[in-house]
Structure formats: structure tokens, C-alpha cells
């Protein structure tokens, strides 16, 4: 008996004593996986070799996430159209099941129902769960087309999970969480940056963000920008009489002294004070005012460059 069966049977004993509906994730996946009686056969051969044959179109399911994920483009339909007319459907590129369940190819099964084609070239795959049959579906669009910021936001909708690392770790098996985190996963699979799916995530914890991108009305970032500004808590208005450059002297002069150290942290460091006494941060600004600051005493022989990044301060 599998891993994943000890699970549904330990649910199902808890279920009749409990005499309660149980909500466990488990059975909520015990519910999928009985939908789909070839996945649920694949796992307990534990064989990962895809199963090519021909089916019929009439048996093929299409349901979300997967028939919702990606718009069919009504352009790109009728070429697919034109090419099957002509030449029949390709069996080198068969539509990717999950059980009778279409994972991938929902443009051209489309094409194949308007055109009352019986049977379609087909290679089921025996995906280990939900999430994985997703990450293989937006794997294979993301290769084949310029995805909108709309579709970047579905995809990462149903695709990123955000956890703990306790949580990261249980779900590996291990009892240290050593996973790689959900944002970088995400990023990978949807070949974007990890800064995109943090957006993607602002955006999606509001819901009128989330309609103007999926509208196209916002891009993410965009969006993103404007949800984060609403949540920044208002800024109390202090009173400054000391200005950047004294920041700036403070900084070498109380914390530098006969000490090597990196101009970006002398540059930081001062921009912290700067806004400890009230002023706005600004770092470039700031980096201006050292810069300057540290060419001078380097004049006078009281700061040493010995590199593009770093100084030695002889005050």
C-alpha cells in the first residue's frame, strides 16, 4: 500500500469515528484522484513513462484550473484549424493528460470538436498531484508564447503557494525545512524574476488590483506599486534642523576612525542618521554628499582610497 493510500484510509477512519465531514487536504485530493482513475493507477506502478495511444475526443475532460488558465486566442485557433484541415492532427504532438483530464493541448481539442474529429493522439502522464500537473502545463505555454501580465497573474494565482519553512520542509518529508522557497519555485517555472511574483503576490491581496490586471486596465508592477503605497502607514512629520552633509561627517567621524571600511556602508549608514533626525531618505542623494565629502578629506590626506569601494579614514 502507497504513502498516499495509508493517507485516505487514516481520513477515512477518522471521518466514521468523528462523524463529521472531514476537511483534511488529504481527502480533498482523495476526491481528485478517484475523478481520475489512470492517475491514480499511475502512482501505484510508481512509473513515471507516459502512456501514448489514441482516444476519443467525446472521453477527454477539460476542467479548472487547467481550461481556464490560459485564453484561447482565436487568431492562433484558426491557423491550428487551417493546419489540421490540411494535413490531420499531428500525432507527434499529442494533447498531455493527467488521466482523462486535459492538462495541455485545450486550443487544439477545441479545433478537433469543431471539426467532429473522433479520436486524437494523446500521452497520459502520471503527475504526482494537482500542483505538478500545473507547473508542467504553464511550463509548456510559457516556451510557446509572450505571456500578458493577465496571464502572469492567473498562472501564479493557481501556481504559488505560499508557506512556511516548517510547513516547506514537512511537505519535503524532512524535518528541517531546507526547500526551496515557493516565490524562487514560481519564478522559475514562469521564467520571470523573483521581484514579479512578489508583486504578483501584492497584487492578489487586493481584490480591485487583481480585476485591473486580469482587465488589462494595470501591468502588475504598476499595480503592485500603487497597493503597497496605500498600505504604508503615515509617515509621522518630524522637525529637521541638521542637514545630509552633517549626517554624512557624523557618520565617518563617530564610527570610521583609523577603520577600512566600504564606501556603500559609509553611504548607508548616513542615510539612516539623515533619516533618524527626520529627513527623507533618499540614497542617491546621499551618495552624492559623500562622495564629496570623502574627496575633500582625501585632499587634506585624511581619507586613503585604496579601491573603487573602499577608504581608509585617518581623522
Not at 489514441?54 to 484558426?78: A, G, N, R, W, Y
Not at 484549424?81 to 494535413?87: C, L, M, P, R, V
Not at 525545512?177 to 519555485?185: D, S
Not at 497597493?227 to 534642523?241: A, D, F, N, Q
Request: overall charge negative; glycine content about 4%; aromatic content about 6%.
Amino acid at each position: 500500500m502507497s504513502y498516499k493510500e495509508v493517507e485516505f484510509l487514516k481520513n477515512d477512519m477518522l471521518e466514521i469515528l468523528s462523524d463529521k465531514p472531514n476537511t483534511d487536504k488529504i481527502v480533498e485530493e482523495k476526491i481528485v484522484a478517484e475523478a481520475q482513475k489512470q492517475p491514480l493507477e499511475a502512482s501505484k506502478s510508481k512509473s513515471d513513462t507516459p502512456v501514448s495511444k489514441m482516444m476519443k475526443v467525446s472521453e477527454i475532460v477539460t476542467k479548472e484550473p487547467f481550461s481556464t488558465l490560459f485564453k484561447i486566442d482565436d487568431v492562433v485557433k484558426e491557423k491550428i484549424k487551417f493546419d489540421i484541415k490540411e494535413n490531420g492532427f499531428d500525432k507527434a504532438f499529442p494533447l498531455i493528460l493527467w488521466g482523462d483530464i486535459l492538462v495541455d493541448g485545450h486550443t487544439r481539442l477545441l479545433v478537433a470538436r469543431e471539426l467532429e474529429i473522433e479520436e486524437v493522439p494523446v500521452e497520459v502522464k502520471a503527475f504526482f498531484d494537482q500542483q505538478e500537473a500545473l507547473e508542467y502545463a504553464i511550463h509548456n505555454q510559457r516556451d510557446r508564447r509572450n505571456m500578458t501580465d493577465a496571464e502572469l497573474l492567473a498562472c501564479i494565482e493557481v501556481l504559488d503557494e505560499k508557506m512556511t519553512r516548517k510547513e516547506a520542509g514537512a511537505k519535503g518529508g524532512k524535518k528541517e525545512a531546507k526547500a526551496e522557497p515557493t516565490h524562487e519555485k514560481t519564478a522559475k517555472t514562469l521564467k520571470v524574476s523573483k521581484t514579479k511574483v512578489s508583486e504578483a503576490r501584492a497584487v492578489l491581496s487586493d481584490e480591485k488590483a487583481t480585476a485591473d490586471v486580469k482587465a488589462g486596465k494595470k501591468t502588475i508592477s504598476k499595480a503592485a506599486k500603487e497597493v503597497r503605497e496605500s498600505k504604508k502607514p503615515v509617515k509621522e512629520v518630524k522637525e529637521i534642523t541638521k542637514t545630509r552633509l552633517e549626517a554624512v561627517a557624523e557618520t565617518i567621524k563617530s564610527m570610521y576612525v583609523e577603520k577600512e571600511l566600504k564606501i556603500q556602508d559609509v553611504i548607508e549608514e548616513s542615510d539612516i542618521l539623515f533619516e533618524d533626525w527626520g529627513g527623507e531618505t533618499n540614497m542617491k542623494e546621499t551618495e552624492k554628499v559623500v562622495m564629496n565629502v570623502l574627496t575633500v578629506l582625501g585632499t587634506f590626506g585624511f581619507v586613503e582610497f585604496l579601491g573603487e569601494d573602499e577608504i581608509l579614514v585617518k581623522l
